[in-house]
């Protein structure tokens, strides 16, 4: 079709090849989908009817992937900043007891809407807190996501082993085995449509659910065909709490679970050996790198080279922001490198173009999203474009957008429609929500 095209010209195209996601000069757009794709000016061609935009000089990448969050976090901002996970987990969790629907509704809006203006095109949610058994809070992360108009992977997250059951969340914030289940079925039924709304079926971490709950939830998605995810080998602390209790390393606990598969993604995913890095690799599952909040609660480092070398998917992840305190992807590229480089002390651990990597395709590998991540003609229109005038000067334009200062997106594109345009949100007043959410947030500190 000639008609409803819209193009975009004028990017400063990086070096990367066409294998690896850079920044491209030229891009055309047509029925939701990338139809035509230029590194170099003139290369897309132009036809009558095409709506043209100049980008003049800024750079256009494919939108960013988050893969793992949780909104709800927005709630608890600059609390428990001393802590390693467990204290900051055991601080929050009774604060965590008093949200409710509405809350989780009013942080999904500013966190979603954050991501949005920063780039991202596609968001995880990791949401294991139901207050009261009440699973309308996941209609209410649905909502916000669609009026923020990017795409969710809205993971069914639970708990099922209180404090008297040997687990570390206290009792009265966990839920009943069979009505996770039961709820989960629910969630996928309500909102699954495997394109703006993908439910991932994601227990929350091995110190929190019962063995039950993990072999049933894995049964659960692969009748479904969806995704698995849960936090694995975050830090030490756990290491220890798993080989106290099961006598195995995490990795092996979740081996026996039936865990250990290329349907499933772990956030985190420090504290892996060679041999645990090997299996994650033939077993073809993914990792979702969270830089800030491994450094916030000095959890450790992400082996990334090393994953990356065997073969593993690995994507970003900007974790909740009560240990990440800003939220967006940009920030986790810059961290991610950072991290690499500090923890091998080898400047080749991590290039910025690995980084985008990470950000783009390498998420929506751990997603199982082929049609998202990447710019090639057929693939969805979810891309970004990142103003570019400070850094011209800079000769490869994803090292100037990794390597310098944050930045907000000036156009964003979901599905071939402007979900940002101006680096201002079309479908949310920011500023309302914003205030709303301060509003609630005071509430849970008397
Ligand atoms: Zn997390």
């Given amino acids: 079709?000639?008609?409803?095209?819209?193009?975009?010209?004028?990017?400063?195209?990086?070096?990367?090849?066409?294998?690896?996601?850079?920044?491209v000069a030229e891009i055309a757009i047509a029925d939701g989908l990338i139809a035509q794709v230029g590194s170099a000016a003139g290369q897309v061609e132009r036809?009558?009817?095409?709506?043209?935009?100049?980008?003049?000089?800024?750079?256009?990448?494919?939108?960013?992937?988050?893969?793992?969050?949780?909104?709800?976090?927005?709630?608890?901002?600059?609390?428990?900043?001393?802590?390693?996970?467990?204290?900051?987990?055991?601080?929050?969790?009774?604060?965590?007891?008093?949200?409710?629907?509405?809350?989780?509704?009013?942080?999904?809006?500013?966190?979603?809407?954050?991501?949005?203006?920063?780039?991202?095109?596609?968001?995880?949610?990791?949401?294991?807190?139901?207050?009261?058994?009440?699973?309308?809070?996941?209609?209410?992360?649905?909502?916000?996501?669609?009026?923020?108009?990017?795409?969710?992977?809205?993971?069914?997250?639970?708990?099922?082993?209180?404090?008297?059951?040997?687990?570390?969340?206290?009792?009265?914030?966990?839920?009943?085995?069979?009505?996770?289940?039961?709820?989960?079925?629910?969630?996928?039924?309500?909102?699954?449509?495997?394109?703006?709304?993908?439910?991932?079926?994601?227990?929350?971490?091995?110190f929190s659910v019962s063995e039950t709950l993990m072999r049933e939830s894995a049964a659960l998605a692969r009748r479904h065909g969806l995704k698995l995810h849960t936090h694995l080998a975050e830090t030490r602390e756990e290491e220890a709490d798993c080989l106290a209790r099961f006598g195995q390393r995490p990795l092996a606990v979740l081996e026996e679970w039936d865990w250990v598969a290329s349907d499933v993604w772990y956030a985190h995913g420090v504290h892996f050996d060679d041999a645990e890095i090997a299996r994650l690799a033939q077993a073809g599952a993914g990792v979702a790198h969270c830089p800030s909040s491994n450094a916030r609660l000095a959890a450790g480092f992400c082996?990334?080279?090393?994953?990356?070398?065997?073969?593993?998917?690995?994507?970003?992840?900007?974790?909740?922001?009560?240990?990440?305190?800003?939220g967006t992807l940009m920030t986790e590229m810059r961290q991610a490198l950072w991290s690499a480089r500090q923890g091998t002390q080898d400047p080749a651990a991590l290039a910025a173009a690995d980084a985008l990597d990470m950000a783009t395709v390498g998420g929506a590998n751990c997603l199982g999203r082929p049609d998202v991540g990447r710019l090639v003609p057929g693939a969805r229109a979810d891309l970004v474009v990142w103003p570019g005038e400070d850094l011209a000067d800079i000769p490869d334009p994803v090292?100037?957008?990794?390597?310098?200062?944050?930045?907000?997106?000036?156009?964003?594109?979901?599905?071939?429609?402007?979900?940002?345009?101006?680096?201002?949100?079309?479908?949310?007043?920011?500023?309302?929500?914003r205030r709303d959410l301060a509003q609630r947030a005071r509430r849970l500190w008397p």
């Fill in 303 to 326: 082996r990334t080279r090393d994953l990356r070398a065997a073969g593993v998917p690995v994507g970003l992840g900007v974790d909740g922001v009560a240990s990440n305190e800003q």
């Fill in 47 to 206: 036809r009558g009817g095409d709506t043209v935009i100049d980008v003049d000089g800024d750079i256009i990448t494919a939108g960013l992937v988050n893969t793992h969050h949780h909104l709800y976090q927005w709630m608890t901002r600059g609390r428990a900043t001393g802590c390693n996970l467990f204290d900051w987990l055991v601080t929050l969790y009774p604060v965590w007891a008093q949200l409710d629907v509405e809350d989780v509704l009013a942080a999904a809006r500013v966190g979603l809407a954050e991501l949005a203006l920063s780039g991202c095109t596609t968001a995880a949610d990791h949401h294991y807190l139901v207050p009261r058994g009440d699973d309308s809070v996941f209609d209410a992360i649905a909502t916000a996501a669609a009026e923020v108009g990017i795409r969710l992977h809205l993971a069914r997250g639970s708990m099922d082993l209180g404090e008297s059951d040997g687990g570390l969340p206290p009792d009265h914030v966990v839920e009943d085995t069979e009505s996770i289940l039961v709820s989960t079925e629910r969630v996928i039924d309500r909102w699954h449509d495997g394109e703006m709304v993908v439910v991932t079926v994601a227990p929350c971490s091995p």
């Fill in 399 to 433: 090292e100037a957008l990794v390597f310098g200062p944050d930045r907000r997106a000036r156009l964003v594109f979901v599905g071939g429609q402007p979900v940002v345009q101006d680096g201002m949100l079309r479908g949310l007043d920011l500023a309302a929500a």
């Fill in 1 to 23: 079709m000639a008609e409803g095209r819209t193009v975009l010209v004028g990017g400063r195209a990086s070096d990367t090849t066409a294998d690896t996601p850079g920044a």
